[in-house]
């Protein structure tokens, strides 16, 4: 299995930060990549697909980049409502992956 | 829209079985795939095994490839997940998903159910 690793496991900020989160691959996945975040008690919501792909709705202060085994989501500019857990996720093979997670919260 | 409704809470005891139900509208069933995820408190999620709505061609994680089936019927658009021989360790939040297809290797999961609580005690 691949196993996908986060930093940080978390972060405090404050609204207007840009915010960087990076995720590893154990091996490479090519661009097969996608960020969710996931609020208490919620389901996972996609923000990412393919590394730097927006899902439809999501706003464009969320953007990816990345390739092989190294990734990151940058926020550029923090809301209240980003506050979350975020998790990075493999689709390069089976079983798909997650992180172990980035929780956002407020400083 | 896109919707998919799962069945309710269940409280099991240790070595029993589970059966969890995803009933998917708004949207063509057999076009997609549904996933089921787990994610165990303060977790990340973890995935399960998936089945094509279509053909019903199933996938399964190596590490729960004895416990678990998922099914689905078509005539219903619902899809199912059971889960059997059950331990404490099993106590988590059961999600369906649908997975929608980008491309080569690129599947992401763009819409998911509420999520089912299982709960394994004696």
């Known amino acids: 299995d691949i196993q996908m690793t986060q930093s940080p496991s978390s972060l405090s900020a404050s609204v207007g930060d840009r915010v960087t989160i990076t995720c590893r691959a154990s091996q490479n996945i090519n661009t097969y990549l996608n960020w969710y975040h996931q609020k208490p008690g919620k389901a996972p919501k996609v923000l990412i697909y393919a590394t730097s792909s927006l899902q439809s709705g999501v706003p464009s202060r969320f953007s990816g980049s990345g390739s092989g085994t190294d990734f990151t989501l940058t926020i550029s500019s923090l809301q209240p409502e980003d506050f979350a857990t975020y998790y990075c996720?493999?689709?390069?093979?089976?079983?798909?992956?997650f992180g172990p997670g980035t929780t956002v919260d407020i400083k | 829209q896109v919707q998919l409704v799962q069945s309710g809470a269940e409280v099991k005891k240790p070595g029993a079985s589970v059966k969890v139900a995803c009933k998917a509208s708004g949207y063509t069933f057999t076009n997609y795939g549904i996933l089921w995820v787990r994610q165990a408190p303060g977790q990340g999620p973890e995935w399960m095994g998936w089945?094509?709505?279509?053909?019903?061609?199933?996938k399964y994680s190596q590490r729960f490839q004895d416990r678990v089936t998922i099914t689905r019927d078509t005539s219903a658009s619902t899809a199912y997940m059971e889960l059997s021989s059950l331990r404490s360790e099993d106590t988590a939040v059961y999600y369906c998903a649908r997975d929608f297809f980008c491309g080569g290797a690129c599947y992401y999961f763009d819409s998911w159910g509420q999520g089912t609580l299982v709960s394994v005690s004696s």
């Open positions: 089945i094509s709505a279509g053909n019903g061609n199933t």
């Open positions: 996720q493999q689709s390069y093979s089976t079983p798909y992956t």
